[in-house]
């Protein structure tokens, strides 16, 4: 697939069919997902991968807002950062995400990013417990690894609405 396709194509999905994703397609996804960039080389993304039902339905219930859909995606990878290798941990699991869902697309899969880093299991309760909380008390998360999100991933027959027209010139600071 060219790049122009492919970044067309990058849509967040939240709907799949229950199709499980074969492993040799998931092992090109994370194959491709590391070979994200990262600061000073420093390689600090990894990767959980998580392709049980009643577990991606429990990841589901991290957030009361925003995570639910996942829990009818076939497949969900989880993106963490350690942050003993480096401070950039963040930016670096940010673009092996990325990459992620680019490697999605040429897959001819579906994604849509969970956001776990400092997010609330509940929108108004400011002081309650977080995502990662949630999601340390039931996946085996490597001792000292943050999480940056969780990418919800499957084969969809669902064509979303197109987003609306902004107007990006705004956004690009000519001198
Ligand atoms: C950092 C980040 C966090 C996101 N978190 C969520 C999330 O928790 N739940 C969700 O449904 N979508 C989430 N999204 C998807 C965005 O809502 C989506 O990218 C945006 O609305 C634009 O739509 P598009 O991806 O189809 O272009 C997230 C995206 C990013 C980049």
Known sequence: MDFKTLIAKRRSIRKFEPQTVPQEVVDRLVEATLTA???????????MVIDNPELI???AEMRDYGSSFMK???LAILVMGDPSVTDKWLVNASISATMLQLACVDEGLGSCWVHVDGSLCFKDDPEGPKADEF???LLPIPEGMNILCAMAIGYTTFTPADLP?????????RL
């Open 37 to 47: 960039p990262s600061s000073r080389n420093s390689h600090s993304t990894h990767l």
């Open 135 to 137: 999601l340390r008390k």
């Open 72 to 74: 009818n995606a076939p």
């Open 165 to 173: 027209v902004w107007d990006k010139a705004t956004h690009i600071h």
């Open 57 to 59: 339905a429990r990841m």
